[in-house]
T-cell receptor, first 116, second 112 residues
Framework: KAGVTQTPRYLIKTRGQQVTLSCSPI?????VSWYQQTPGQGLQFLFE???????NKGNFPGRFSGRQFSNSRSEMNVSTLELGDSALYLC???????????????FGEGSRLTVL | GENVEQHPSTLSVQEGDSAVIKCTYS??????FPWYKQELGKGPQLIID?????GEKKDQRIAVTLNKTAKHFSLHITETQPEDSAVYFC???????????FGKGTKLSVKP
């Protein structure tokens, strides 16, 4: 069973540009979550999509957006890039809710974004 | 907002010693507490989790304890090995946030 696949793995952008990251969840998983990982800040939740609808959202500015397609694949977009957006962006998938009655959250290896 | 505090941020132990990482949380409704291990260049991977109706769970050299009254939970690794070296994250879920909230991580180094 293939894991969570993220593309691209590495990318370099300049301030003001925009970027789109892609995530293919584990087959059968309908929930896709995105996290931003920076040194010292851990994993910060961006948003979660379930069946093409944003189900949950973290405290990030509107420059960060996402979407999910009917095949559960997801993309996130960051517009007007800032230096502080340099980070590892992690995608994670699960069958549904993660919790005591739900399933496990599986992470991809991330897309490392560097903003110059 | 709800958050998870994790300590220590770095931990260095000798091979064979035990390592303990502690987390505290604030959301009383949280009822799911997973621990993730992140090796260099990889995404986090679940190593053990505990539900709120259980006080302790063990899986070989790894154990997690939960004190819901005090709102803290801990990861215990016994007989550490160099391959245990990684960043460990605690998280809480099932609460009002609807998603997992992670601590800031502990970088564990096991010296041979």
């Amino acid at each position: 069973k293939a894991g969570v696949t993220q593309t691209p793995r590495y990318l370099i952008k300049t301030r003001g540009q925009q970027v789109t990251l892609s995530c293919s969840p584990i087959s059968g998983h309908r929930s896709v979550s995105w996290y931003q990982q920076t040194p010292g800040q851990g994993l910060q939740f961006l948003f979660e999509y379930f069946s093409e609808t944003q189900r949950n959202k973290g405290n990030f500015p509107g420059r960060f957006s996402g979407r999910q397609f009917s095949n559960s694949r997801s993309e996130m977009n960051v517009s007007t890039l800032e230096l502080g957006d340099s980070a590892l962006y992690l995608c994670a998938s699960s069958f549904d809710f993660v919790g005591p009655k739900g399933g496990e959250l599986f992470f991809g290896e991330g897309s490392r974004l560097t903003v110059l | 907002g709800e958050n998870v505090e994790q300590h220590p941020s770095t931990l260095s132990v000798q091979e064979g010693d035990s390592a303990v990482i502690k987390c505290t949380y604030s959301d009383s409704a949280s009822n799911y507490f997973p621990w993730y291990k992140q090796e260099l260049g990889k995404g986090p991977q679940l190593i053990i989790d505990i539900r709120s109706n259980v006080g302790e769970k063990k899986d070989q050299r790894i154990a997690v304890t939960l004190n819901k009254t005090a709102k803290h939970f801990s990861l215990h690794i016994t007989e550490t090995q160099p391959e245990d070296s990684a960043v460990y994250f605690c998280a809480e879920g099932g609460g009002s946030q609807g998603n997992l909230i992670f601590g800031k991580g502990t970088k564990l180094s096991v010296k041979p």
